[in-house]
């Protein structure tokens, strides 16, 4: 079992800036591809962005691709999602997911955090 809590939501206006911690325990966070996923009410969950167990490889929504950016410090469990340049369509819960696989679909994570709001004003 992996368990993942995520922090750092809030509201922010547009153009500003947020950084989600999410930290793990449980099993060897090492071993695991993570990912950050958002949903809007009455929405699907979406996809935001995904980095390997390595830290070697990352990917982006196209939608986020040169605002956020998705990283991990192994020592500390902990994978976080910077947002730059926020716009009132990022508006959503964000989820954090750790999987065996890169994390491009939700379908391919194992767990999941209860989720942090993140709101932007216009």
């Known amino acids: 079992q992996v368990q993942l809590v995520e922090s750092g939501g809030g509201l922010v206006q547009a153009g500003g800036s947020l950084r989600l911690s999410c930290v793990a325990s449980g099993r060897t966070f090492s071993s695991y591809a993570m990912g950050w996923f958002r949903q809007a009410p009455g929405k699907e969950r979406l996809f935001v962005a995904t980095?390997?167990?390595?830290?070697?490889?990352?990917i982006y929504a196209d939608s986020v691709k040169g605002r956020f950016t998705i990283s991990r410090d192994a020592a500390k469990n902990t994978v976080y999602l910077q947002m730059n340049s926020l716009k009132p369509e990022d508006t959503a819960a964000y989820y954090c997911a750790a999987g065996g696989n890169i994390l491009t679909s939700s379908s391919r994570a194992d767990y999941w955090g209860q989720g942090t709001q993140v709101t932007v004003s216009s």
């Open positions: 980095i390997t167990w390595s830290g070697g490889l990352t």
